[in-house]
């Protein structure tokens, strides 16, 4: 149940015996003087919706450590030592002067009620208010850009793992499933989580138990009952389609009417990794960093530290990629601002937005990638689009076409590349180089002139 703040505190009460020693129109002191407005009991309600039990730790004192936190950058280990140690970290959140504070633990217990509740992102808002009302950012028109890897908790499944696991679940989750599967599923034992026992490198063994366990897959969600799923329910049957489709294709000989199937060639786009945790995606935050889990974004004024706005998302997808988010998280400034940002901000859309809504850029263009390691870049070409033509490093000159859907246009210097002797080090093409002008090449480079 949720503890109600008695206003008694261990010791001396801190704020009002040593206010003198914490500086005015701080963020200690704002929150020593506002805390019961900007945390209420009543905010918290929903996340302690039994009234049963040990009463917890005041969760106005929580809220408090957890912004301070934030604002810090302090582990819960060191958070607590502040709290035990440091006169204004007591006077902010109320305790006495000989409070020891309470153990670590607990924050990460108040931050998971928080994400469970209804409005995880409660306590953001809150620093937000605080930071309008201490003027930390008053002046301050800079906002750097970036973003980070979360990992998941959850181990990377392969598709004879993920597959068993989820015809599991809807066993375990759908009403009568599991007299469906006794009959129709027998690839495996599904009383076993474990993996079957197969000569595991015999490959038409693998390509065998693949073929059988996507046909029981199929079998399963094709003679369930009719009936009214539960959320539960209806999340288990969606989950076994997803992963039964995503890893395996007809096998060479089959016009895939058959039900025979193999392991796919390649990696599916945005492929479920887990089934623990079906929202988890493989990252590639570079070429040599793959990771599982979510991405978080942030927009901070790097002078102070202080983040702005934050968002976190699914690790992969076109709407999820840096210069996808950062409209959102720049979109409240009151006034143009600077914006910060490595190459992933780069893009001639993002640039466009922000110009237009008057902010000044400093993104660093992407990188240019040679077709042919050591060969030439786009910036060995002369694009003239007044003109409507493009000059290679050989001396060709090739039109520019139409634009296309996405506004981009081509020149083909197909024919040209055939006798070229440069050839080898523009393109690996065998009919020859195409050059590609994005649709707003001019506007970046009249920005690059400008800079």
């Known amino acids: 149940m949720q503890g109600e703040w008695d206003g008694e505190s261990v010791g001396e009460d801190v704020w009002e015996t040593c206010r003198e020693l914490i500086p005015a129109g701080g963020v200690f002191a704002f929150l020593a003087e506002h805390r019961g407005v900007l945390f209420p009991g009543s905010m918290f309600a929903d996340m302690y919706p039994s009234t049963n039990g040990r009463p917890s730790l005041p969760p106005q004192v929580l809220a408090v450590t957890v912004v301070l936190q934030s604002l810090h950058g302090l582990s819960d280990f060191e958070v607590v030592q502040e709290l035990r ?6 006077a902010a959140c109320g305790l006495g002067l000989h409070d020891t504070a309470f153990d670590p633990s607990l924050l990460t217990y108040f931050r998971r009620r928080l994400q469970r509740s209804s409005d995880p992102n409660r306590l953001f808002h809150k620093v937000r ?4 009302a201490t003027g930390v950012l008053k002046g301050k028109q800079r906002r750097a850009l970036d973003s980070t890897v979360l990992d998941d908790a959850v181990a990377t499944q392969d598709t004879v793992t993920q597959l068993i696991a989820a015809i599991r679940r809807v066993i375990r989750e759908v009403p009568h499933a599991e007299r469906t599967a006794a009959t129709w599923c027998t690839a495996h034992d599904y009383t076993d989580p474990g993996k079957p026992k197969i000569a595991w490198n015999d490959e038409q063994a693998r390509t065998r138990l693949i073929d059988a366990l996507v046909t029981d897959a199929l079998n399963l969600l094709g003679r369930l009952p009719e009936q009214e799923l539960g959320e539960a329910a209806a999340n288990a049957v969606g989950l076994l389609a997803l992963v039964a489709g995503q890893d395996v294709e007809p096998a060479d000989d089959s016009d895939g009417r058959d ?35 979510f991405r978080a974004h942030v927009a ?32 409240d400034e009151d006034a143009p601002v600077t914006a910060l940002g490595d190459a992933a901000y780069g893009t001639g859309d993002l640039r466009e937005h922000l110009q237009d809504l008057g902010h000044d850029l400093v993104l660093k263009p992407p990188p240019l ?28 000159t090739a039109r520019l076409g139409r634009p296309l859907a996405n506004g981009a246009r081509q020149a083909q210097f197909k024919k040209l590349c055939a006798t070229c002797p440069l050839k080898d080090r523009c393109t690996r093409s065998k009919t020859g180089r195409v050059f590609s002008v994005h649709a707003q090449y001019d506007d970046s480079v009249a920005e690059f002139v400008s800079w």
């Not at 042919?372 to 409507?388: C, I, K, L, M, N």
């Open 259 to 293: 039900g025979r199937w193999r392991i796919a060639r390649g990696t599916v786009r945005d492929r479920t990794v887990s089934t623990v945790d079906p929202e988890a995606r493989h990252i590639h935050k570079n070429r040599t960093r793959h990771q599982e889990g």
């Open 369 to 396: 990638k040679p077709a042919v390691p050591g060969g030439f870049t786009a910036d060995e070409f002369t694009v003239d689009t007044e003109q409507g033509h493009v000059t290679c490093p050989a001396g060709h």
């Open 300 to 331: 901070f004024e790097p002078e102070a530290g202080v983040f702005t706005e934050v968002a976190l998302t699914a690790g992969s997808g076109a709407g999820n990629h840096e210069a996808a988010v950062a409209r959102d998280l720049l979109a």
């Open 129 to 132: 208010e605080v930071i309008a």
């Open 85 to 90: 140690c440091d006169l204004r970290w007591k």
